[in-house]
């Protein structure tokens, strides 16, 4: 009980200083050579014995194995890890699928669960802050209602896109979207300079 409780402080309080990063405008986005596929195998590594515990499963579809693109790897992580985390939490039987594709301009990494699902009227409110499907004094999940919010504002200072699929009882889909440059430098990207910029215009006026 006292590890569980520890683990649970401990993504509280990463989640919080997170988003006050975010929310200071202390946020800094680094670009650097990054291998999708290897990362996204390193947290499902990170997630297994969870899912294990719980009975269920979790696997990777790599289709296309060189998936290097220039990008935030500490973001990227975070992205991946809360999308995996929200998944396993919300999935009492079955599992999560992670998988992730280069197209021209951009890779795609989705991240699939055979959970409880969500109503159509709560789409947009699970990417608000503080705010879950099931909220109350008798709500049936602990957390913040942090981490999607995060999430999205994470993949839009990375010039991204994200969208959620979800049916009730059988399963929610959240793809992400981002950007392929082929240019490495450092930018800060906040709040109030305008994190939703696209990161190739960021890159450009830095050059």
Request: net charge neutral; proline share 1%.
């Amino acid at each position: 009980m006292l590890n569980l409780s520890s683990k649970r402080l401990l993504r509280t309080l990463n989640a919080i200083l997170n988003y006050s990063e975010i929310e200071s405008d202390q946020l800094r986005v680094i670009l650097r050579k990054t291998d999708l596929g290897e990362l996204i195998g390193e947290q499902i590594k990170l997630f297994k014995i969870y899912a294990q515990q719980y009975g269920l499963s979790i696997r990777q579809i790599d289709g296309y194995p060189e998936k290097i693109f220039y990008t935030d790897e500490r973001i990227v992580e975070e992205i991946v890890s809360n999308l995996l985390h929200n998944a396993l939490k919300y999935t009492r039987k079955g599992g999560v699928t992670v998988s992730s594709r280069k197209m021209k301009d951009h890779v795609e990494i989705k991240v699939e669960d055979s959970g409880i699902g969500i109503p159509a009227d709560k789409l947009e409110v699970i990417f608000e802050e503080f705010r879950q499907v099931s909220e109350g004094i008798g709500r049936n999940f602990e957390g913040t209602g942090l981490g999607l919010a995060i999430v999205k504002k994470y993949v839009h200072a990375l010039g991204g896109s994200i969208s959620v699929e979800s049916k009730l009882d059988v399963g929610s889909a959240f793809t992400v979207s981002l950007p392929i440059t082929e240019v490495k430098i450092e930018i800060r990207i906040g709040l109030e300079s305008g994190y939703t910029r696209n990161i190739r215009d960021a890159v450009g006026t830095a050059e």
